[in-house]
């Protein structure tokens, strides 16, 4: 049994209540692999609200990511991978569910804020196999997930978002012991946290067993407080306003009146917008600063060739694009997230363009591994485009979906999103290969336009009830309860907290 470490299964197995007959199911479908011999640490890399299109090497030439251009030149960049939607304003929490559990939006609680112990989360997988796991950084799911997934950990913060240089952090707690009591702060930006506990953790391992490390930065998550050293980069460079820039939204999407949206003025006005842009690149820049001294360690320590990076995000964001702020809506910028895996075995300097969902990466750990994919994820692998020339999974087009009022399905050419806003419907119709910035509304253009609109409507309309959401565009109001607003419930529960949370945006204007 070299694969597994006995002493270890066996504690996790106590410790978490496993049934024998899963104990078991892991043994039988690990048991023809040796990681004693292959050893590959696995080094998972998530930012907060990073967009794909802000790495330079792969476009943007606005931007510096040195680092992540690194990673990219080292490695497979997959450029059209997708968040597959939300039920919630807090997009990022559903999203990480999804990477941590390997299924689909509407086989977890879709809102993100709790995992079933049912399902077998990949940190927790990667402990059962003899991994040592450690995490740092955000963990949007509930605490009783976390002490399920992990053996190690330092500076966690539990939560969705906080100020930079006040995170509420908390040690790791054998014991699963996570009270107020236990949370402390630190005067330190919260990349520069968890970047040095990522090189300090790789620093000292001690190498008798693989590593499995989860480094889960806040960054570059409003509020947008970047060192200046890296603001000033961007407030020297001439940076042009987004193609797709408006001062409104040209209807209601359903999601206007959500705290994301307060973080600039309307009408949104192009100096502003250039000046968030710019922090938020600021914010990257740091972020790239940050992931640099980790991979610097890794090299420093000897294992850099025998470490599987994966370098992602949870969701992107507009920043003034269609006239938006936030994430809460299913236009590229804001469900495209970057996504570039690097290590030994792997292609080098290539770029794929199949359509992948985040919640992919888990089963696709597992055949890089050589292992079989647990029972509890139903999601896809896509390693044979990791060291291939292949560019298609069996996967044709992807679907989103955003609360009980928006939802959208990309082809290789064209995307269809519709929205059911009490009762007033609306459809956009773009095609992405000549207008990636989604600016021209197909719909009602020609017969041709109308065709493709009725096949991609019906082929949403199929893939949906394959993934569980019971929306029937046929009804009315699709068949679905529609959800209460974001801004109603805050008034109705936490009025209190509503007014602090206006206060705060506030101080985002620029």
Known sequence: MSVLNFFMILKFFLKNCITPFFLIFLFVKCSNNDLSEKKTN???????DQRANTINYLGNDDIITPNIDFLAKNGVSFLNTTIMGANNGAVCAPSRAMILTGRSLYEIDPTGTSIDNNFVTLPKFMNIIGYDTFHTGKWHNGIE??????????????????????????????LGNYSKDSIYFSERHSANIYSDTAVEYIKNHNGSNPFFM?????TPHDPKQVPDEFLNIYNKKPIDIPTNFKEFHPFDNGELDIRDEWLARYPREKDEVIKHIK??????THTDHRIGLIINALKKKGVMDNTLIIFTSDNGLAVGQHGLMGKQNLYDHSIKVPLIM????LDKDKKKYSHIYLNDIYPTICK??????????TMSSFMNLLNSDLDQTERKHSVHAYKNFQRAIRSDNYKLIKYNVDGVYKNQLFDITNDPFETNNLIGFDSKMDSIEIKLTSLLQEELIKIGDSVNFNKDSWGVKKQMEWIKKM??????G????RELAKKEHL
């Open 42 to 48: 696995i080094l998972f890399i998530l930012t907060d």
């Open 145 to 174: 997930s976390f002490k399920n997934s992990f053996s190690n950990g330092k500076n966690i913060f539990f939560g969705g978002m906080s100020d930079h240089y006040k995170v509420p952090l908390n040690n790791f707690s054998e």
């Open 214 to 218: 989860f480094v889960s930065f806040q």
């Open 279 to 284: 922090a938020y690149y600021g914010m990257i």
């Open 342 to 345: 690097t290590g030994p075995g």
């Open 368 to 377: 890089y591994l050589g292992l079989n994919i647990p029972e509890s994820v």
């Open 491 to 496: 008034e109705i529960y936490s009025p209190e």
């Open 498 to 501: 509503l007014k602090n949370l």
